[in-house]
């Protein structure tokens, strides 16, 4: 029996490493709303890419029914519950999701955590480095902001939708009203 787990196990890993990332993050340029579900995480172009998929079909189906009631239907709340539903706050994609949710509904504390919980999990994930870095302007934090934009730029350049949506924020003067 050992014999067959350790010849089953390199098999194992490498379907695992093929099936790669499930859950993506392709958004619209200029913007910080998707444009479509995620599929697979890009969250970095240099260095080791930390993936925080979850390849589970029935998490996949429902995380997609989440970030449809966030970007489609602008349900936060709702999409709040879904998402922990799926008991997996700890993936950064999963607790960025709820951040902005928060973000959006102008729970600034929480939205806060479940940033922090995502970059705690993955601290090269743009898509919570840029949010996040929304979520510093929103509370008057340029300093900040401008900080998660030079992370931004390390991690997917200047020519990632992330970085144009966080530094076009950026120039806008404080006290505008921001739209994104």
């Given at each position: 029996?050992r ?6 196990l ?5 379907m695992?490493?093929a ?21 697979s ?5 240099k260095?080791k890419?930390k ?17 449809t009631?966030?970007?489609d ?17 700890e993936?950064?994609?999963v607790?960025?999701?709820i951040?902005?949710s928060?973000r959006?509904?102008g729970?600034y ?8 919980l ?5 601290p090269?994930h ?9 979520w510093?302007?929103?509370q008057?934090?340029?300093?900040q ?18 970085y ?17």
């Open positions: 029996m014999k067959l787990s350790m010849l089953l390199p098999g194992l890993v490498a695992t490493l099936a790669g990332p499930v859950l993506t993050s392709a958004y619209a340029a200029g913007s910080d709303e998707p444009s479509s579900p995620p599929k995480d890009t969250s970095t172009k260095g890419k993936s925080s998929s979850v390849s589970d079909p029935k998490f996949l189906a429902a995380y997609r029914t989440a970030y009631t966030i970007y239907n602008h349900d936060y709340t709702g999409a709040i519950d879904q998402l922990k539903s799926l008991k997996r706050d993936v950064a994609d607790a960025n999701l951040g902005y928060y959006k509904l729970d504390q929480s939205s806060k955590v479940y940033y922090e995502a970059l705690k999990d993955d090269n743009v898509r919570t480095w840029q949010y996040y870095g929304l510093q302007l929103e008057g934090n340029r300093e902001a401008q900080y998660h934009l030079n992370k931004i730029a390390s991690l997917a350049g200047t020519d990632s939708s992330e144009r949506s966080l530094a076009a924020a950026l120039d806008k003067p404080t006290g505008a009203t921001l739209v994104y």
